[in-house]
């Protein structure tokens, strides 16, 4: 393992992030609304430095709730853990407006973690539509987690709606359980005018595949008031839907569980309070149309109202200081890129850490990094017409396409032999 191990100890990017105040948007988007937004050409200046692939490793940041259910021998403790695992992997996204770079078709990301317990490997797998497969594995053979993501991106008029199609699974070996599930949908508002802010809606339903048991989650939009912003709630039950826990929290935030009758009491409740207020709500604010709101809603409160026998399954670690100078990234974001020395003889020439435009705008050439990234588009397009004139199929190197074990829905799954280190006959993508 040990050439196989680099330092991860970066607290700042080589250069600040670009004042996206003098480009307009809207120039590119006005013809899109209701369009699927894969085949389309954003500026670089709209970019964060990183790759999509990049990206999904996030999903890694709190590996030790995967490690805690493994240590659980109660399987409704396990699935409160993996639950907080599951919003925990979307936390990263808060104030996330930067979009990653769309991965090239063959490219590479490596990911290897000792202090928390892992390794990662991706690779994009399909261009049209745009597929990232991915797999990673606990160090100590406890955990398997992998996926495929097909995040599907619509224009609204004045916002973006990312999808994230796709199958996630989280196999703990010790219990030889698998769970599966999809995260909810992303949108980020005042894409045309106003500060942008994000928010996560729809259903997370995890399902335990050995036992049965399921965790539905449901991420709150945000409302008329902002009442129910960053808001996540749902149950554990069991195969007769008999509700075994609750949860609660905000994915922004944190997560609790605590037994359905406290739950349900404190919902009630607060309902009544809930529309107690409405009654006293002024008519003007009544009368506002019921779009989507042109600035973020403020609830009552940014704090989670704590439920009295709650535990806390998870909270979000505090950014960088100087994380909005730096594409509000966390601390495990800020360490994704970088090169440590020696690297270059190890990783494939496919990996993303060695795409230059990329590069570029991480060191603050905006210039470099739009020129790269065009020379990268027309370098992938003249591949593409070349293999349709030989009939030519592009065959993946890491992951194969076949039916998810668990499910048997359509995935991708890894090949293994990426870390014996032997990358010969790699593409010449950058």
């Known amino acids: 393992m040990a050439e196989q ?12 992030m670009f004042s996206r105040n003098d480009f307009s948007i809207w120039s590119i988007l006005r013809k ?14 709209f970019n964060e430095p ?48 930067g979009k990653p770079f769309n991965p090239l078709l063959g490219e590479t990301y490596e990911l290897v973690r000792d202090d928390l317990g892992f390794r990662l490997i991706s690779e994009q797998v399909s261009h049209h539509p745009p597929i990232s497969a991915f797999h990673a594995e606990g160090l100590s053979n406890d955990f398997v987690f992998h996926g495929s ?38 949108c980020v508002h005042n894409i045309i005018v106003g500060k942008l802010w994000i928010e996560q809606y729809g259903n997370m339903e995890i399902t335990n595949h050995k036992t049965g048991d399921k965790c539905i989650l449901s991420f709150k939009p945000c409302g008329l008031f902002g009442k129910e912003l960053h808001k996540v709630e749902g149950y554990i039950q069991d195969k007769s839907k008999k509700k075994l826990s609750a949860l609660y929290g905000k994915w922004t935030e944190c997560l609790y569980t605590v037994d359905p009758v406290s739950f349900d009491a404190f919902k009630k409740n607060d ?5 107690d207020k409405k009654n006293q709500v002024n008519t003007i604010y009544l009368s506002r149309s019921t779009e989507e709101p042109d600035e973020m809603p403020l609830p009552d409160s940014e704090s989670v109202q704590f439920i009295p026998g709650s535990t806390l399954m998870w909270r979000i670690a505090p950014r960088p200081s100087n994380s909005a100078q730096m594409y509000n990234f966390t601390h495990f974001a800020m360490a994704l890129n970088e090169f440590d020395k020696g690297m270059e003889k190890i ?28 020379r990268l588009e027309e370098k992938q397009r003249a591949a593409r017409k070349n293999r349709s004139k030989s009939d030519e199929d592009w065959n993946t190197r890491w992951f194969y396409q076949g039916p998810n074990p668990h499910n048997n829905a359509q995935d991708w799954l890894y090949c293994g032999k990426y870390w014996d280190r032997n990358y010969t006959s790699l593409p010449d993508i950058y």
């Open 32 to 45: 899109c609304i209701g369009m699927e937004l894969s085949k389309i050409t954003m500026p670089v200046i």
């Open 5 to 16: 191990c680099f330092s991860f100890v970066r607290t700042t990017l080589p250069s600040p």
């Open 271 to 275: 309902k009544k309070n809930g529309d």
């Open 347 to 374: 990783i494939p020439t496919t990996d993303c850490r060695l795409r230059p435009d990329i590069r570029a705008m991480e060191n603050g050439d905006i210039d470099t990094a739009s020129e790269e990234k065009k």
């Open 149 to 186: 993501i097909y995040p599907k991106l619509k224009f609204w008029g004045k916002s973006v709606e990312a999808e994230p199609k796709g199958i996630i699974t989280l196999e703990l070996l010790k219990h030889n359980e698998a769970y599966t599930w999809t995260n909810p949908t992303c």
């Open 50 to 97: 990183l790759s999509f692939l990049q990206r999904l490793s996030e999903y890694m940041e709190h590996t030790y709730l995967i490690h805690k259910a493994n240590q659980c021998t109660d399987p409704i403790q396990r699935m409160q853990c993996v639950a907080a695992f599951a919003v925990s992997a979307v936390a990263s996204q808060w104030e996330r407006t």
